[in-house]
């Protein structure tokens, strides 16, 4: 097990561990004892229909999500139950670096969206008991997640909101990623993924972070020296003083994992390959929520999915921020238009729910 | 000197050299004896009037115009005389490969697109003694070096098309090109810039031109698997067949010359960074001719720059592959909009040419 600070609770904030045993994985092996780190927000109500679930997105932990939480918010405490679930490998849950043999480091083995989700459906039902949740939200892999759980699970899943992200991952998005993972890989101090220290693999993570500011953000960001929104004066502390310190942070076996697992995602794994079966599938009311500005999960993209869901909405987001808006770094601008559509979706009565 | 047949006239068609003698660089030091090559369509005609300049883009050589130039396009031979130039550089023209000491591989000098024009502007005055161009046009490097020409030489410039390219290279396409850089130099085998064999560097390249498939398609081109506009059947065979190939066979420092230049085109070094003046400088009637689906050199910011200069039009170019449009995979689909808005260009009478 590799040391990293980033993954504590001092920084990450708090989380609990729910230990689910073994885990078999779909694409063969297992986890030997899982651990999911989660944060819950609110209460559950002896009805136990007030349940939001929120999976993590690459990189991110349960603490991304705090913004998007509060008592003023769509994801408000006093009324529901959220549940923030940090994904198998993202460094927190379950991890390469964290995990002893036989699957420590180089060792662990391929993790799928699926994965996660069967995971995360085990645990909750363990857990709290829950057969019913009102929402499943999540921004890009946690919109993987969220479009998996849909299909998955459509009976239990009464409402989802996936945020710049695909039911399907594209082909375009594969290449991307395969850009990020080969900056890690090609670090000789990545060394096979049997590094002593994430520090070893600095310049790959640098270089990880620099193909991030290409295409996390969008072109007008720049155009409008838009790094303001993040408190910085400059596009080098934008780039060099804030990117890739953060990514430097990582683990990059954890950004490996779920790389893999991103470029991978894709819930026709449900129906044999057929994208438009599996959205058929969802029984929830679904508003798709991509971002104008996002250079590689485009609205258009996102638009043609919404399409095979049968009870759907698209709901764009506007963000100069691109992908990245989802930090809300535009604070209101933002999180108002996020508030604004899960406030209707979770207004909206959906048929069926077991606790009527 | 490095061997590299990919620049051999067997490989990129015919050229010629025209030798400029030591050629001073706006950043400091001197390429002596400075080669240009050269390729030219057509002939002079007495009233030296029907000159069209064309300079080549990042990685790029005279021979990929050829598709742009025929007798039933735009760019007619029985009509103009069109010079086709090697930016300085290329691999073709003098280059860190195929320069001697003391500014072989690793000592080549810093080039900019001023350079290039300047250069150019010596070569065509004093090999041909022109004083008039009816029309520079260019894609990507190429438009950076139209736009130079346009503002550096006014009176000379009667027409300019710029496809594909700004005036001043943006911030998002410097970090763009920052990570292209990197992927050679993070190699190992580049060593500095001294190798011995570009194949020594064949792991750098790959990843450079990976990236070159997230950044130089669209995400629809990728959506509607386009890639058979190239003749090719699958995504594997586009981007591990025919992308990675064709970047593996390039000279790693050309690529780095042409990338530092590109990162620093900017018309506006002529004004003291006032980019309005600079453009505002520009007698030529202007064509900008962005790619709708250029994810670098998007459409809103070569509009920004086309509502600078006075006697200019924007005309759109449409093409799914996106910046790689420019290579003309899409053939008259993608040309015949090319040559209806040069010709279109070509047809405008201008004020005050020196041969009237």
Known sequence: MVKNDFYSQENVGPYEFYHLGDFELEDGGIIPDLKLAYRTHGKLNSAKDNVIVVPTWFSGTSKDYEAYIGVDRALNPDQYFIIVINQIGNGVSSSPHNSPEPIAMANFPNVRIGDDVRAQHQFITEKFGIEEIALVVGGSMGAQQTYEWAVRYPDMVKRAAPIAGTAKNTVHDFLFTKTLIDAITSDPGWNGG???????????????????????????????????????????????????????????????????????GDVSRNTGGNLEEALGRIKAKVFVMPIDEDMFFPVRDCKAEQELIPNSELKVIKSICGHFGLFGAEGTDYHNQIDEYLNELLAIKVAETISE
Chains 1, 2 share one sequence.
């Not at 020296?225 to 990117?243: D, Y």
């Open 194 to 264: 049997n590094y002593s220290s994430h520090l070893e693999v600095a310049e790959g993570l640098k270089r990880h972070a620099d193909i991030w500011s290409v295409l996390g953000l969008s072109t007008e960001f720049y155009k409008q020296e838009k790094w303001k929104l993040f408190g910085l004066e400059t596009v080098e502390e934008f780039t060099e003083g804030f990117l890739q310190p953060l990514f430097q942070s990582f683990d990059p076996n954890a950004l490996l994992t779920m790389g893999w697992k991103w470029q991978r």
